[in-house]
């Protein structure tokens, strides 16, 4: 199904330039509210480039990217969170030195914001309010079955479980896009399936638009409402995931030259 | 018996100093991967903040309240002006703007308040308590435990149980996630500075009627917290401050017991430090660094 009415976040005819390297080349899409889009592509064809620049870890040669029609091109990572947009890497980055919950909870950072010296003191309204956000935390980590170890450390934690804490301190900032950096890589079948439900799952119970660039296409084709296909830096094709399955140019990137 | 525990609250009392001081760098090394050599310069500076008040008849407590602001305030500007722009620097870098730290702030002492040795009055009455028969303490070295034993109490209060304290051990932790969870890191880096000033002042007050006040005074105490730190773990704020009380206590006991061992404690802080390296080089409570690439 294509989603109609006001994008979520535009991107408009974005470039990105390492010296000479291209690394996006005026690529343009967009993304509705709460909808699933799968983000595929060859290696090095610009998706994690994409990524960081909606992040505002890189920044763009030219094009603007557009949240809710106001752009983002002025802000930094920090001020990502509070425009409601959210992300886990490839590469996961927890916090090694804290407890599951406290690295969930730091995903609730800005959305808790009452002051310094009520933070210190511990004003009324902020013990109310970290009641609330740890009934909060504590329901997304049941959700994503990290409630048994709450209290523990990450170090002993492995890489599924730690692709879910991930996720979790995500979902805690409240996005309303929520980018998942191939959230199946290093995962089994299992896993993977499980990973496919639990997408869908919060998609439906937090309302948010996923970003999912992913290297498991079954699990992209199966999950995705539209998928964008992208290679050296372009966008080859957009649309619902059984018509860029079969999209020549697709196929050529993703099979070689003699398809087609 | 008695004399050992006289001996041991004296450790402690000292121990307390060095665990605050290490817990200032460790604050620091969290999040510049670097030991602030000019650490306890900073503190004797602040020491000297507080001696000034004194001597323009403010009371004690409030001197000591307001040196603690000055110097929360001071080290914020000195970390964006002197350290912030070597922030990418190389380490051999890093270590040198610290040891032009160590010496600028150290030579600026003098000048204002010259190399004269100045006694500095204690925060607690004079005179001392008894405990037993037999063991009768300085008020100071009680006063100076406690003091420290609450600042290591509310530092540890602060880190676990409110959203700053969380957004600071974020930021020390992983700067880009932080900055992706919406954590202004800049400004954590900078209330770090400002928070192991304000620490490092504590200590520093507490340390000068012992020691007297020069602008010497400050690099024994630096040492002796450094050996705390690394014993503890320089990157656990929990070991390190451990690893202080330790070496407090292990400092009274060779003072005590070894002949001429006063003579000698700071050749046994920095064998301690050698052999930590040597031997365990994360300390007792430390992390072994090992990041995916």
């Given at each position: 199904m294509l989603h109609k009415g006001d994008a979520l976040l535009e991107v408009c005819d974005l470039t990105v330039q390492f010296g000479g390297v291209v690394a996006?080349?005026?690529?343009?899409?967009?993304?509705?509210?709460?909808?699933?889009?799968?983000?595929?592509?060859?290696?090095?064809?610009?998706?994690?480039?994409?990524?960081?620049?909606?992040?505002?870890?890189?920044?763009?040669?030219?094009?603007?990217?557009?949240?809710?029609?106001?752009?983002?091109?002025?802000?930094?990572?920090?001020?990502?969170?509070?425009?409601?947009?959210?992300?886990?890497?490839?590469?996961?980055?927890?916090?090694?030195?804290?407890?599951?919950?406290?690295?969930?909870?730091?995903?609730?950072?800005?959305?808790?914001?009452?002051?310094?010296?009520?933070?210190?003191?511990?004003?009324?309204?902020?013990?109310?309010?970290?009641?609330?956000?740890?009934?909060?935390?504590?329901?997304?980590?049941?959700?994503?079955?990290?409630?048994?170890?709450?209290?523990?450390?990450?170090?002993?934690?492995?890489?599924?479980?730690?692709?879910?804490?991930?996720?979790?301190?995500?979902?805690?900032a409240k996005p309303s896009l929520l980018m998942l950096d191939e959230p199946a890589g290093g995962l089994n079948r299992e896993e993977v399936a499980h990973l496919e439900d639990l997408i869908r799952q919060v998609r439906d119970q937090f309302k948010v638009a996923v970003l999912l660039v992913e290297h498991h296409l079954n699990l992209v084709m199966k999950v995705s409402d539209r998928v964008v296909a992208m290679d050296f830096g372009q966008k080859i094709a957009d649309g619902l995931p059984q018509a860029v399955r079969a999209h020549p140019q697709v196929l050529q990137a993703y099979l070689g030259e003699d398809v087609a | 018996m008695t004399f050992f525990l006289e001996q041991l609250i004296i450790g402690l009392s000292s121990g307390g100093i060095y665990a605050i001081m290490a817990l200032a760098l460790v604050m620091i090394y969290k999040s510049t991967g670097h030991v602030n050599l000019a650490q306890g310069e900073m503190a004797v500076f602040s020491t000297f903040i507080a001696w000034t008040l004194v001597q323009t008849g403010m009371p004690l407590w409030p001197a000591i309240l307001l040196t603690v602001a000055v110097s929360f305030v001071g080290a914020i500007v000195l970390e964006r002006v002197v350290v912030r722009p070597f922030a990418e620097a190389d380490d051999l870098v890093v270590v040198a703007v610290f040891v032009g730290l160590f010496l600028s702030i150290h030579s600026l002492a003098g000048a204002i308040w010259n190399y004269e040795v100045k006694p500095f009055p204690s925060a607690f009455s004079d005179g001392s308590v008894s405990l037993m028969v037999d063991l009768s303490i300085r008020t100071h070295t009680l006063g100076s435990l406690v003091t420290t034993g609450a600042v290591?109490?509310?530092?540890?209060?602060?880190?676990?149980?409110?959203?700053?304290?969380?957004?600071?051990?974020?930021?020390?932790?992983?700067?880009?996630?932080?900055?992706?969870?919406?954590?202004?890191?800049?400004?954590?880096?900078?209330?770090?500075?400002?928070?192991?000033?304000?620490?490092?002042?504590?200590?520093?007050?507490?340390?000068?009627?012992?020691?007297?006040?020069?602008?010497?005074?400050?690099?024994?105490?630096?040492?002796?917290?450094?050996?705390?730190?690394?014993?503890?773990?320089?990157?656990?704020?929990?070991?390190?401050?451990?690893?202080?009380?330790?070496?407090?206590?292990?400092?009274?006991?060779?003072?005590?017991?070894?002949?001429?061992?006063?003579?000698?404690?700071?050749?046994?802080?920095?064998?301690?430090?050698?052999?930590?390296?040597?031997?365990?080089?994360?300390?007792l409570f430390g992390e072994i660094v090992a990041r995916r690439v």
């Open positions: 996006l080349n005026e690529i343009s899409l967009e993304i509705y509210n709460q909808e699933i889009l799968g983000l595929i592509g060859p290696n090095g064809a610009g998706k994690t480039t994409l990524f960081n620049c909606l992040s505002r870890l890189y920044r763009q040669s030219s094009g603007d990217i557009l949240v809710h029609g106001q752009s983002i091109t002025p802000f930094s990572p920090e001020d990502m969170a509070a425009r409601g947009i959210g992300r886990t890497f490839q590469n996961i980055a927890l916090f090694e030195t804290m407890t599951v919950f406290d690295n969930v909870l730091t995903g609730a950072q800005f959305a808790m914001n009452c002051g310094l010296a009520a933070d210190i003191f511990g004003g009324v309204k902020l013990r109310r309010e970290r009641g609330e956000t740890r009934d909060r935390i504590m329901h997304l980590l049941s959700l994503l079955d990290l409630a048994d170890i709450a209290d523990h450390g990450i170090a002993d934690q492995n890489f599924a479980v730690r692709k879910r804490i991930e996720f979790a301190r995500a979902l805690a | 290591l109490t509310a530092v540890w209060i602060f880190f676990r149980y409110t959203q700053l304290g969380l957004a600071l051990r974020a930021a020390a932790d992983n700067r880009e996630s932080s900055r992706l969870v919406g954590i202004n890191v800049s400004l954590m880096l900078a209330l770090g500075w400002g928070l192991a000033a304000g620490i490092g002042a504590v200590a520093g007050v507490m340390i000068a009627p012992v020691t007297f006040l020069d602008p010497g005074m400050g690099l024994a105490p630096l040492i002796f917290a450094l050996a705390g730190a690394l014993l503890g773990g320089i990157t656990s704020p929990f070991g390190a401050a451990l690893g202080g009380l330790i070496v407090g206590v292990l400092e009274a006991m060779i003072s005590a017991y070894v002949p001429y061992g006063i003579e000698f404690r700071e050749l046994i802080a920095l064998m301690l430090i050698l052999s930590v390296l040597l031997v365990r080089p994360a300390g």
